[in-house]
């Protein structure tokens, strides 16, 4: 259905922090529709990947293209370009309810209540709309940030470590979530559980360099990815 | 400005959105009483009352922009002495008061936005110490053109006198008093859409309202400009309060108590930018008889910084989210309470 220019796709990326290699060379096309995995050790880059893409790292060398067609967004221009993101750990509005919290993300269209009251339901933390994030357990903030990204209706759905923190049952859940959201998925996670069975496909980040690409079963039983982990727990 | 953002976390509960009354309500309410208060207060009571309208513009402003986005303003004292000089300079040779004030609050603005885009690409002690910067320099301008400002002296401020039937204090208090209902209602109503939503999002998370789709340097810069413009329509009241502008007036310390008063009085609240108002007037006046008892003008000085100094650590240690969070939490649980007979518990 879609050409092959449709989506997102990085091309040869490179950031440095100093001299720290935070990403070297990394291309990655996310077709539309698919559910696109990004693992790796800690300090791969992953985050760093997602911030390139949301504009708040520059890149020192590589591009971007959305549809094929140049891509560089500011990052408050990204929902406009129909990509959201959630932030590791929780991104929050402390001093807004958590009804408010899902209504800034609102930018467009009529009734922005009632799109965020859709949003809380899909979530099923609607119970929680006149209530403050700091009050609630951290599983349920982390819906509100999911749901404030849902809220724009995405086309590109950026996570970053969705199920950190969180128990099997609300794991269970987000599983659900990401198969039956009908956008596309970016999603940085270390619970390879559920980055095996939601992901089509997933790349592979080892000291910003990406190692492998593909299907889950591939990922599973490529020694280099298995060599990275394990060379990181050493 | 971790400072500011834990101030604000203790009174996340109190801020707008969940008890809406109606602002108009409020704003009739409040200029009937005020009116009332005219015909019966002596003549310096009335003139001390519009003074607390001149500041509470001033101080609902500063709230918006410290309580409700997050920046922190050492140079609001200096944006009231743009506005009243303006508002001197106009008189003087125009002497038409209404467009007078309309042109203060469009040089104040101006002079705020200024501010304000260098303002949103500062955090925290920097943005104190350019704001401080701010302070400084511009009641300093007023020596360097000597011919304009009249250096020390300040100039006077032409002014009509008011209808014979009423007081001049009756009047100034109902000049000041219209201004900061006006100014108080706009507020109201810029604060509880999406604006406000955008300024409080920026102030909890810089990151986050950006992937939301808020442009933070804009709500920033929109929210010193609407600040700035409060400062400058408070300094012109200032100007027609005290017929005469002078730099002595907008002194450095007079920023710090702006920002003691809305601390005191319960950040990124209006309430509490109106007790902040009545402070400002209230506890120089104690120190001032005090000081005059005592026979010291030096005391007198030091003795207002005191108490506000001494107000802020004790109202902090009380009641952490200023004295409008007091009242507040009271309410709260009694509608705990309430909801949990509701529901047979
Ligand atoms: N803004 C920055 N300035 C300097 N170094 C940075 C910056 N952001 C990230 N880094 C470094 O770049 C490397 C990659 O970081 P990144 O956050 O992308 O890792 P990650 O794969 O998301 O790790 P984790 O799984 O722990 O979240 C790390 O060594 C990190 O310290
Ligand atoms: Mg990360």
């Known amino acids: 259905m879609s050409t ?4 997102l796709a990085l091309h040869h990326l490179t950031v440095r922090f100093g001299g720290l290699l935070a990403l070297d060379d990394v291309s990655l096309r996310v077709t539309p529709g698919r559910v696109v995995g990004i693992i790796g050790p800690n300090g791969a880059g992953k985050t760093t990947l997602f911030n390139v893409v949301c504009g708040f790292v520059g890149a020192q060398a590589g591009s971007m293209t959305l549809d094929g067609r140049p891509f560089r967004a500011r990052p408050h221009h990204l929902v ?3 990509i959201a993101r959630t932030l590791q750990g929780v991104g929050q509005f402390n001093g807004l309810s958590v009804l408010e919290n899902v209504l800034a993300g609102v930018r467009s269209g009529r009734k922005p209540e009632q799109q965020a009251a859709a949003a809380l339901e899909r979530c099923g933390i609607a119970e929680h709309a006149r209530q403050m994030p700091a009050t609630l357990p951290y599983a349920v903030r982390k819906r509100v940030e999911l749901a404030r990204a849902l809220v724009s209706k995405p086309r590109i759905l950026m996570l970053d470590e969705p199920a950190g923190g969180l128990d099997t049952d609300e794991i269970r859940w987000l599983e659900t ?4 959201a009908d956008t596309t998925v970016m999603l940085v996670e270390h619970h390879m559980d559920l980055v095996m069975s939601v992901c089509d496909e997933i790349l592979v980040l080892d000291f910003g360099k990406p190692i492998a690409f593909g299907p889950p079963d591939t990922i599973r039983n490529d020694p280099k990815v298995t060599d990275a982990y394990l060379g990181a727990a050493a | 400005m971790t400072i ?6 203790t009174t996340l509960h109190a801020l707008p959105g969940k008890r809406r009354i109606n602002p108009i309500l409020v704003v009739v309410v409040a200029g009937a009483i005020i009116v009332a208060l005219t015909y019966t207060l002596p003549a310096f009571r009335t003139y001390q009352l519009a003074t607390v309208g001149a500041y509470f513009c001033v101080t609902a402003g500063l709230t918006v922009l410290t309580g409700l986005n997050g920046q922190l303003s050492l140079g609001h004292g200096a944006l009231m002495a743009t506005g009243a000089y303006t508002l001197a300079l106009w008189q003087n040779k125009f002497n038409m008061l209404i467009p007078g004030v309309i042109v203060a609050i469009l040089v104040t603005t101006a002079v705020g936005a200024i501010i304000g885009l260098a303002a949103a690409r ?4 920097y943005l104190a110490g350019l704001t ?3 302070a400084v320099v511009v009641p300093s301008i007023s020596s360097t053109f000597d011919g304009t400002f009249n250096s020390d002296q300040g100039l006077p401020v032409a002014l009509n006198p008011p209808p014979e039937s009423i007081l001049v204090e009756q009047w100034q208090a109902w000049v000041c008093w219209i201004a900061a209902l006006v100014t108080v209602l706009a507020l109201a109503y810029l604060t509880r859409g999406r604006f406000g939503r955008d300024m409080r999002a920026v102030r909890d998370d810089e ?13 920033q810069v929109l929210a010193f400009v609407v600040s700035a413009a409060c400062a400058g329509l408070g300094g012109a009241l200032f100007a027609v309060l005290s017929q005469s502008v002078s730099p002595g007036a907008f002194p450095l310390t007079l920023s710090l108590f702006l920002l003691m008063a809305i601390v005191i009085g319960g950040l990124g609240r209006l309430v509490g930018a109106l007790i902040g108002a009545l402070l400002l007037v209230a506890l120089p006046a104690i120190a001032q008889e005090i000081g005059q008892s005592a026979g010291s003008q030096r005391l007198e000085g030091n003795l207002a910084l005191t108490f506000f100094g001494v107000v802020l650590v004790v109202v902090m240690i009380a009641a952490p989210g200023g004295l409008t969070s007091i009242r507040l939490r009271r309410t709260k649980t009694t509608r705990t309470r309430n909801e949990l007979k509701q529901k047979g518990r």
């Open chain 1, 177 to 180: 979530l990401i198969r039956e």
């Open chain 1, 80 to 82: 406009r370009h129909g």
């Open chain 2, 4 to 9: 500011v953002r834990d101030r604000v976390a």
């Open chain 2, 132 to 134: 401080l910067a701010v």
């Open chain 2, 207 to 219: 990151t986050a309202a950006k992937l939301a789709g808020i442009s933070v340097a804009r709500t």
């Open chain 2, 122 to 125: 500062l955090r925290g002690p």
């Open chain 1, 4 to 7: 092959p220019d449709q989506g």
